[in-house]
């Protein structure tokens, strides 16, 4: 069955600090897709990151970077000098390809919510 | 059009009446997902169109609920009878999927409907 969790509930963190944000995945599939998105408090999911299973490549994006390990089924996101308005609820997401149907459907884990003090 | 739009942001309904959601995806986007979020939890998938028409379902959307999108545009998400346990953050997100291409790439999120059943 597939399934995303997100052990970490709530992080704290002082401003200007690294922080980095645990997921781990579980698939039956061969082919599918991970992602991250950022929920602020105003609500609105913001895409930052999607992979795919067969690109295991790191990749880094300014302040952000994700390391995806297939051994230990892991995508963890890190915050690099993490700043106040990096606050905001987190969530990693899974897409399947054959077992989904090809829906492209995205499956959440339960998010972490980080926040940064100035 | 910049996004992805939803109206009403907020709906405070008694139990039992019947509500409806709207969503305008981006407008070359031919896939519209709605997700159910409740407070502290990940978002869960209910259904999704590709164009006008509703190709899966989740066991989540019960009877009582009906979604449609008549011209392939904007989608209606109506809630009949609502229940307390109805109540939560429903979300629209629409992606753009090539003939060709992958049907995993992102799906871009409006800012939710926040749905509280009294």
């Known amino acids: 069955a597939q399934k995303v969790t997100q052990a970490q509930t709530e992080i704290s963190v002082v401003e200007k600090e690294d922080v980095t944000l645990d997921c781990v995945y579980e698939t039956r599939d061969t082919t599918y897709y991970l992602f991250w998105y950022k929920q602020p408090p105003s609500g609105e999911l913001v895409f930052l990151i999607r992979r795919n299973s067969f690109d295991e490549q790191n990749e880094i994006s300014g302040r952000y970077s994700w390391n995806f390990q297939k051994s230990t089924s892991s995508f963890n996101f890190t915050i690099t000098a993490s700043q106040v308005v990096d606050s905001a609820v987190y969530f990693c997401?899974?897409?399947?390809?054959?077992?989904?149907?090809?829906?492209?459907?995205?499956?959440f884990g339960q998010g972490t919510t980080l926040q940064v003090k100035p | 059009d910049t996004g992805v739009s939803q109206d009403p942001r907020h709906k405070i309904t008694k139990r039992g009446q019947n509500v409806t959601f709207r969503c305008d995806p981006i407008s070359e986007h031919n896939r519209l997902y709605w997700y159910r979020q409740t407070l502290g939890q990940g978002p869960e998938f209910l259904t999704y169109?590709?164009?006008?028409?509703?190709?899966?379902k989740s066991r989540l959307l019960s009877d009582r609920f009906s979604a449609e999108r008549p011209k392939g545009s904007f989608s209606t998400l109506e809630i009949q009878r609502t229940e307390q346990g109805d109540s939560a953050m429903y979300l629209c997100?629409?992606?753009?999927?090539?003939?060709?291409?992958?049907?995993?790439?992102?799906?871009?999120f409006g800012p939710g409907t926040r749905l509280t059943v009294l």
């Open positions: 169109f590709q164009n006008e028409a509703q190709l899966e």
């Open positions: 997401a899974l897409s399947e390809a054959r077992s989904s149907g090809n829906t492209g459907k995205l499956i």
């Open positions: 997100a629409s992606s753009l999927i090539m003939a060709s291409g992958s049907v995993y790439n992102e799906q871009f």
